[in-house]
């Protein structure tokens, strides 16, 4: 986290030239593909009407910050947090839950094409990932994960009003935070043997609004 800090104190400082900054809100959808955590629940605590499916939404928000260096060149620092959960009976009259919350910051370059009333940003970045995750059969048992990941970006933003626009964005996210644990113990695959990570491929959507400084 330290490594984010310093290039936002960086970017700051730079601030001082007259460049541009947006800062961005959003909300959105992720559709992902998680094999260890689909399988986790499929073989041990699933009902054949209730499976997880190959490709599961989970819902995400983010914040911004972009510095725009060049008319066609921005950095930008990003922090986003996936949540996701699945709740299926279990036992007598009782419940298995389990979720989990993501944060995602990343440092990422754009390339930008401006124009009159409108934006439009490609880019990518990388940064790391943090998962704590809670799972209740009976008695709830917090595990967590870290590790990093990479992010391939669209965005456009369109004029509202002076400084204020709508943004529509999409991401493609490889996230690789591992294998979970609380020190003492891991979440076991009981059909494989496997330990669980969230380790996951996700296409995402997201809508939001930016505000040009």
Do not use: C
């Amino acid at each position: 986290m330290k490594w984010i800090l310093i290039l936002l104190f960086v970017l700051v400082s730079l601030s001082n030239i007259g460049a541009q900054w947006d800062l961005n809100f959003a909300m959105g959808l992720d559709f992902k593909s998680s094999p260890s955590f689909r399988d986790y629940i499929n073989s041990s605590y699933a009902s054949p009407g209730n499976q997880v499916t190959s490709f599961k939404s989970s819902v995400g928000f983010s914040t911004e910050a972009d510095y725009e260096i060049h008319d066609n060149f921005a950095l930008g620092i990003e922090y986003n947090l996936q949540i996701d959960s699945y709740t299926a009976p279990f036992g007598n009259g009782g419940a298995y839950e389990i979720s989990y919350n993501q944060h995602r910051p990343s440092v990422i370059a754009y390339y930008v094409i401006p124009g009159n009333g409108y934006q439009f940003k490609f880019g990518g970045g990388l940064g790391y990932r943090y998962v704590s995750l809670s799972e209740r059969v009976f008695t709830s048992t917090n595990y967590n994960a870290s590790g990093f990941g990479f992010l391939l970006r669209a965005v456009g933003n369109t004029l509202l009003s002076k400084n204020f626009y709508a943004l529509i964005g999409a991401d493609l996210r490889y996230d690789l935070p591992g294998e979970l644990s609380n020190g003492s113990k891991s979440l076991i695959n009981n059909a494989s043997g496997e330990k669980l990570n969230l380790n996951s491929i996700s296409i995402g959507i997201y809508l939001g609004i930016t505000l040009t400084l």
